[in-house]
C-alpha cells in the first residue's frame, strides 16, 4: 500500500465505526494496514484495519490467522509488551483490525538522539524479557527493531510493538500473508531466521533475541558513542533473569511454552 492509498483508505474510515470502536484520528500506515485512534465503551486504543485490496489479494484466512494469534494475547500482561484490546473481523464493514493499548511515545528509532547511552542496556534487556515472555506462550516476535519499541519520554521504560507477525515457536515452513517464508527485517534479524532454520530457534530460544537484540543495540551505537565491542558483552550479562524459566504453569509438560522452556527441565 503507497501512500496514496493509504490517504484514501484512511479518509474513508475517519468517523466510522469499525468493530463497536470509533475512529477519530489517523496514526499512520504500514504496507498493508492504517492505524487509528479510537474508542469504544470509554477505551481509547489505537486500532490497526487492514486494506481490503491485500486482503483479498493474499487471503482472508491468512490474516485472521495472524489477528488470531494476536488476540490470544487478550488479557495476558507484561510491562514490557503492547497490551492487545480486540481483533477480528467486523460484522457491520467486513474490515478486518487489531486494537491495541494507545501508547504516547515515540519509537526507539524516533527517540534514539534523546536516551543516554547507558540506558540502551536497561531497555533492551527489558524487550529481552518481552521476548521471554512470548517465548513461554509459544510464540516467537520475529521482527524487534527499533521501530518496533516504544521509549516513554523519560527514558525508563521500553514496550515491544507490532505483533502482527507473530510465530507459533515450532511450527515450520509458515509463509506470511505475502506467501513469502521470510518475515521481518533483514538487517535485524538472527542468522537462524535468515537461514530458514527453524529448529534452531526451537533449541535455543534465547539464542535468536540475543542475535537481534545484539543487532538493535548496534545499530543504535551507531548514532551513539557507545563502544561497539561493548555491546554483546552489555546485551548478554543483562540477560540471566530472563533466560532463567521460573517453573510456572506456563512451562508444565503440557502448556506450549515448555518447548521454549530453559534446558534445566
Not at 18 to 23: A, N
Not at 225 to 232: M, S, T, Y
Amino acid at each position: 500500500m503507497d501512500s496514496a492509498q493509504a490517504k484514501i483508505f484512511a479518509e474513508s474510515l475517519l468517523g466510522s465505526n469499525v468493530g463497536g470502536w470509533t475512529i477519530d484520528a489517523t496514526f499512520g500506515n504500514g504496507k498493508s494496514a492504517v492505524v487509528f485512534s479510537a474508542e469504544k465503551d470509554g477505551v481509547k486504543g489505537a486500532i490497526k484495519i487492514f486494506h481490503p485490496e491485500l486482503i483479498e489479494r493474499y487471503g482472508r484466512d491468512v490474516q485472521l490467522a495472524r489477528i488470531d494469534r494476536e488476540k490470544s494475547l487478550i488479557g495476558q500482561s507484561h510491562p514490557h509488551l503492547v497490551t492487545i484490546l480486540d481483533g477480528g473481523a467486523c460484522s457491520v464493514t467486513g474490515h478486518l483490525f487489531v486494537v491495541m493499548e494507545r501508547l504516547p511515545y515515540e519509537n526507539l528509532h524516533a527517540s534514539l538522539s534523546a536516551i543516554a547511552p547507558e540506558k540502551y542496556g536497561t531497555l533492551i534487556s527489558q524487550v529481552a524479557s518481552a521476548a521471554r515472555f512470548l517465548e513461554d506462550l509459544g510464540l516467537a516476535h520475529r521482527d524487534i527493531k527499533p521501530e518496533n519499541i516504544a521509549v516513554t519520554d523519560d527514558s525508563e521504560r521500553a514496550i515491544l510493538l507490532d505483533l502482527g507477525v507473530l510465530l507459533p515457536v515450532g511450527l515450520s515452513n509458515l509463509t506470511d500473508a505475502f506467501q513469502r517464508p521470510f518475515i521481518g527485517t533483514l538487517r535485524y534479524s538472527s542468522p537462524e531466521f535468515l537461514a530458514l532454520d527453524y529448529s534452531l530457534a526451537t533449541d535455543s530460544p534465547n539464542r535468536r533475541h540475543l542475535a537481534t537484540l545484539s543487532q538493535v543495540r548496534a545499530r543504535s551505537s551507531r548514532r551513539s558513542k557507545w563502544p561497539r565491542d561493548q555491546l554483546l558483552p552489555d546485551v548478554a550479562r543483562r540477560l540471566p533473569s530472563v533466560r532463567s524459566c521460573n517453573h510456572s504453569a506456563r512451562c508444565g509438560p503440557d502448556r506450549p511454552g515448555r518447548a521454549v522452556c530453559c534446558s534445566r527441565h
